[in-house]
RNA sequence: GGUCCGUUCGUCUAGGGGUUAGGACACCAGAUUUUCAUUCUGGUAACACGGGUUCGAUUCCCGUACGGACUACCA
């Protein structure tokens, strides 16, 4: 089997969009899969919308997402460089070479001329039908085409479509998909500023750095048959990779792309990193600063369009790479669901380390805790939370006491006795030694037996005391790491700021 | 408008000529838990429509409807 090389090709106009990192993604798996090689290739043809920052933006993104390259921007590779800006001398001869085969042409028209001929008919565009009425080396002499460009007059190369062709390409996901070249207009190869348009450049570059695969989007398929001839003419069609159209990712709501109006309407990310637009200043926070793993997101792209055919819902990335087949990839759009992305993170977080949650919340909470506590905090409350953030800000007491107190408990549940029972703990408690989980239950239980109190009563009253909270994790491991002396100190300020119940 | 692609629970999907149409998320209920969350158990919920082909179609074919993508000297 032919050696599998693909390529993800991002253009630098701004962050990378989460569908991206699904298609990149998609083609990381099918290299990995099989030994192969993963391209990265920046896109960078038009000059107009570049957008300083941007690609490293989607370097550091892939990076994040644990997408690695192998070759490409950023890493270099036998095929540099991967900037199409960098290979802009390469173009030429090739739209040169397709002149002179008559499957070309240079065309003059001024953009007034061409929004003249589409307005002249329904449907027109620049074509078999209408090429020439137009301005280009179709319709003018040799000679006036020579004085033109002697001239220096700007012009664009057009591929000259053929009438009436049948067009099919294979795709991988699709199946056989056929085209009329009479639908097909004559796409600007070569733009006036010199550069290739994309159409003409990936078809180079995919054969220059032997592409095995082409996977894209779904929104590439209607110029595919423009590429499938661009192959043809080039001669390269027995070396033309293998096409696979990718389903798109959907709004939630309603139809249509996703997109980051839709993504900030429904209050989540849809860039993989925190995003400052250079132009606006706008900042969009991304998936990373939200709160969600890499390995969570992952796996949730991964099956957004995909499926492994068992009932198994999480795979590392590991298992990703074994068990992911083209065949298995959906042919329909898919809504993104980010309730079912949380669900994964969730999954992430309790099965993350508690070392590693640790961590993180020592070096982002800005809280101050010993790293035996960290790890304590850690593991209770990673079971209750979706976001690692979420531990801290739910866990907020274990680092401040409380100055509030939840007041539906307070109301419904302090009273004298309880009073009278906490006031007996915290006596007792100053008699003990060390205070942990199963010495707090004990002393606990002592007190309310012997003062003939239930322990239910005093369970709700006791955590508010404690926490300022009505619910939390479990209340003697709480104790166990408040430690004895910030249990009693916040006993003792409880029951003097917590107003008894006179009734 | 034109071209192309698509259509199984609300969502992601499995399946495939004869099935109680399976799983996951979400939702609802119950159990567990000192609380909340977790966890567990159970439940509601789908083959877009119309023709064919067939003994039989959700599955194959053709239409229709609906949805989407594309329709730039953007990628």
């Known amino acids: 089997m032919k050696e599998i090389r693909v390529r993800f090709a991002p253009s630098p106009t701004g962050a990378l969009h989460i569908g991206g990192v699904r298609t990149a993604l998609y083609n990381y798996l099918l290299a990995r899969q099989h030994n ?27 990076a994040w997402a ?21 290979r802009k001398h390469l173009y030429q001869q090739y739209a040169q070479k397709l002149v002179a085969d008559g499957n070309a042409y240079y065309a003059f ?54 009438a009436n062709q049948e067009v099919t390409l294979n795709d991988l996901i699709r199946g056989e998909v056929t085209f009329n070249s009479s639908q097909l207009d004559d796409k600007v190869l070569m733009k006036s500023d010199g550069m290739p348009t994309y159409h003409l450049a990936n078809v180079v570059d995919d054969y220059l750095m032997k592409i095995s695969h082409v996977i894209r989007g779904e929104e590439w398929l ?30 939630p709501d309603g139809n249509g792309k996703l997109s980051k109006r839709a993504a900030d309407q ?24 939200t709160g969600y793993l890499p ?11 995909w499926n492994p055919g068992t009932e198994q819902e999480i795979f590392s990335m590991d298992e990703l790479i074994k068990a992911f087949s083209m065949e298995r990839i959906n042919k329909a759009g898919a809504k993104f669901d980010i309730q079912k992305a949380q669900w994964y993170n969730q999954q ?21 805790a010993t790293l035996e506590n960290a790890v304590k905090i ?26 509030t107190f939840d007041q539906t408990v307070v109301s419904k549940k302090w009273n004298d006795e309880v009073e009278k029972t906490l006031a007996a703990f915290k006596e007792a408690l100053t008699k003990e030694g060390t205070l942990n989980a199963i010495s707090a239950k004990q002393i606990l239980e002592s007190v309310t037996a012997s003062l003939n109190i239930g322990t239910g009563k005093i369970m709700q009253p006791l955590r508010v005391a404690l926490t300022g909270n009505a619910s939390g994790p479990d209340l003697m491991i709480t104790m166990e790491i408040l430690g004895k002396d910030e249990v009693i100190r916040r006993l003792g300020y409880a029951l003097g700021a917590i107003q008894v119940n006179k009734s």
């Not at 192959?231 to 990712?249: I, K």
């Not at 390995?295 to 369009?305: D, K, Q, T, V």
Request: charged letters at 20%; glycine letters at 8%; aromatic letters at 10%.
């Open 36 to 62: 192969g090689t993963m391209i990265l290739r920046i896109e960078d043809t038009d000059q107009g919308r570049f957008v300083p920052g941007a690609e490293e933006y989607i370097l550091q993104s892939l």
């Open 348 to 368: 992430y977080i309790k099965a993350a380390s508690n070392e590693a949650l640790a961590d993180r919340l020592l070096n982002e909470s800005g809280f101050m």
């Open 222 to 251: 209607p110029s595919a048959p423009l590429h499938v001839l661009l192959y043809r003419f080039l001669g390269w069609e027995n070396d033309m990779p293998q096409f696979a159209h990718l389903p798109l990712l959907l709004k």
């Open 295 to 305: 390995e969570a997101l992952i796996n949730f792209l991964a099956f957004l369009g």
């Open 109 to 162: 028209d001024t953009e007034v001329e061409i929004a003249a001929m589409r307005k002249a008919s329904p449907n027109a565009q620049y074509d078999t039908a209408t090429r020439l009425q137009m301005k280009n080396s179709l319709t003018l002499s040799a000679t006036e085409v020579e004085q033109k460009l002697a001239a220096g007059e700007k012009y664009v190369i057009r591929l000259q479509v053929p």
């Open 266 to 289: 429904m209050g989540f990310p849809i860039f993989p990193l925190t995003w400052k637009d250079p132009a606006t200043g706008e900042v969009a926070k991304g998936f990373k600063e």
């Open 66 to 86: 644990g997408i690695t390259i192998d070759e490409g921007v950023g890493v270099g590779g036998p095929h540099a460089p991967y900037r199409q800006s960098e």
């Open 378 to 403: 850690v593991s209770i409350m990673k079971e209750r939370v979706t976001f690692p953030q979420e531990i801290w800000e739910q866990g907020k007491f274990f680092f401040t006491a409380p100055t």
